[in-house]
Nanobody
């Protein structure tokens, strides 16, 4: 079983930055692919970014590419999402997710096995 706890959300003005963190429990963190997803009001949850166990494979949604950076620290069982140049359309609840094992295939990052409860990011115009 994996428990994921997100932190770092909040209110920021357009053009600002936030860094989300996700602390994971369990001894198998370093072998899992991790990801960030988001769900805006009235919309379906969508993929934001994914990272393989080593950090050697990373994927981003087109909408955040060049503005967001996913990273991980396996020694701290933590994955991060650095969000720069935030825009009002980035307003959403952001979820951390973990996969059983890792993968090099983008499509595998859309299917996760464990989820955190989410952290709210609000970007004002």
């Amino acid at each position: 079983q994996v428990q994921l706890v997100e932190s770092g959300g909040g209110l920021v003005q357009a053009g600002g930055s936030l860094r989300l963190s996700c602390a994971a429990s369990g001894r198998t963190f370093s072998s899992r692919a991790m990801g960030w997803f988001r769900q805006a009001p009235g919309k379906e949850r969508e993929f934001v970014a994914g990272i393989s166990w080593s950090g050697g494979t990373i994927y981003y949604a087109d909408s955040v590419k060049g503005r967001f950076t996913i990273s991980r620290d396996n020694a701290k069982n933590t994955v991060y999402l650095q969000m720069n140049s935030l825009q009002p359309e980035d307003t959403a609840v952001y979820y951390c997710a973990a996969r059983e094992g890792s993968s090099s295939y983008r499509s595998d990052y859309y299917v996760m096995n464990y989820w955190g409860k989410g952290t709210l990011v609000t970007v004002s115009s």
